[in-house]
């Protein structure tokens, strides 16, 4: 019922309506699932055993949903760190769990290599991924740090270089009348790149922007999955969408509206906190990220004034609101109505290989990959908003690509910017003379 679970049907290993006549032809394609095995916790499992199963697996899920979200504030409290190395060990096992799905197919046929070049490219894409953003956000560090340096004038060299290595090796591994087959699962690799490592990428430049472009669409996403399954669960009867027929439509409205709600307060409290609304910046003194700044006009209370239908209803001419709460609303309306079709997408292709999860690692939910299908499009989402609407110039970052230059380009940029101030006014003559 909640958009992002795994659907119920694929839980009870229904086949969807004519799976049997579409995929006729790629049966020997399809990977032979082991049973699934049950990870509840024995302890869970006697403390349920005399709930009806309907029932049961609704406390176990609570019971794991409320761990993992006291478990992700705090991850939140211990930084910004900490964060990057959590999204950097879950995009390496959404991966894993969807490669393996490929690897059971690849496996039968005994062909070399799939399962080490499919890792090898990650640990390609992830060196040219991270190093951008050594580039962009460490300048500091990277000019006091002569390897550095180096790796940071020839990143995208050496990333292509190494990208040729692995497409090298994929042709040399080509095995006779499996040529298809091979290049197959070469595009399975590449998709698989492209839908978790580059999409957690983008959650790392949004967490650089603020915690709160971090925080709040994952919270929206996390509030749409659990309102939407309750809503579901305890007044369902409309059936949403036929590739998941325990999804509803009730639990998709009642979904949508709480979220809103819930994203509109969580917003507000976040906002009155630098912590969570200053971009985030390396300390070259310290050796650490420096969460503090002036907050922007989008987190600094502002009045609006209601539209004459709101005055009429609410008895209130104006209305004080942190800017964000406005942009919030669009976050929680795409997480809600949008961001479901991650899910949709990811229950046709678990329907697709007859599998019931990406993996049985959270009781109850399924895989890691089960419960982000629909935070990988959010975080895309997120990422194009701040890049349309929200971001202008960054200073810091302007000024850590300068530091990286050579002394004679630093001083034919400050004798143009001089120039520049001069002509603008804002600097007497008297005082750069000086």
Partial sequence: VEPCESDGEDRLGLPSEGEGDLEGDSKADTPDVPPSSDSTPQCLNKALEGLSSRWKNWWIRGILSVTMIIGFFLIIYLGPLMLIFVVMSIQIKCFQEIITIGYRVYHSYELPWFRTLSWYFLICVNYFFYGETVADYFGALVQREEPLQFLVRYHRFISFALYLAGFCMFVLSLVKKHYRLQFYMFAWTHVTLLIVVTQSHLVIQNLFEGMI?????????????????????????????KLSPKKTWEGFIGGFFSTVVFGFIFAYLLSQYQYFVCPVEYNSETNRFAVGCEPSDLFVMQEYTLPAVAQNILRWKTVNLYPFQIHSIA??????????????????????????DFADTIPGHGGIMDRFDCQYLMATFVHVYIASFIRGPNPSKVLQQLLVLQPEQQLSIFNTLRNHLREKGMLPPAVLEQ
């Fill in 213 to 241: 472009w971090f925080i709040v669409p994952i919270s929206i996403v996390i509030c749409n999955d659990i309102m939407a399954y309750l809503f579901g669960f305890f007044f369902g009867r409309t059936p949403l969408i």
């Fill in 331 to 356: 976050l929680s309306t795409f997480g809600s109505l949008i961001g479901p079709f991650g899910g949709f997408f990811a229950s046709g292709f678990k329907r697709a290989f007859k599998i019931k």
